[in-house]
Nanobody, 121 residues
Framework: VQLQASGGGLVQAGGSLRLSCAAS????????LGWFRQAPGKEREFVAA????????YYADSVKGRFTISRDGPKNTVQLQMSSLKPEDTAVYYC???????????????WGQGTLVTVSS
């Protein structure tokens, strides 16, 4: 599985941004897909994940109610709709694929290259 993230950019606090991750590979539909982020000087942290069916979604407490993860099987994409953005959401965002819904980096086998999101105050 290969992952390509896009959609990052500069946005003002309170604004919205939509990230997208395109996946290639025949077994894409069987993977859990997740988003992580890494701010400067900090460890990579879990943001959200969606099951292979799209029926189960899990969010970090810090983004719950503001971010929405979704996947489009036929288009082999996963999106992260981010609203009410805060300066503390500033980070490089990575999409990832794994076998289980999990919040730890080690549970994901494939990673995209990351896309930078900057939220100005």
């Amino acid at each position: 599985v290969q992952l390509q993230a896009s959609g990052g950019g500069l946005v003002q606090a309170g604004g919205s941004l939509r990230l997208s991750c395109a996946a290639s590979g025949r077994t894409f539909s069987t993977y859990v897909l997740g988003w992580f982020r890494q701010a400067p000087g900090k460890e990579r942290e879990f943001v959200a994940a969606v099951s292979w069916s799209g029926g189960t979604k899990y969010y970090a407490d810090s983004v719950k109610g503001r971010f929405t993860i979704s996947r489009d099987g036929p288009k082999n994409t996963v999106q992260l709709q981010m609203s009410s953005l805060k300066p503390e959401d500033t980070a490089v965002y990575y999409c990832a694929a794994g076998w289980n819904i999990a919040t730890t980096v080690g549970e994901y086998n494939y990673w995209g290259q990351g896309t930078l999101v900057t939220v100005s105050s």
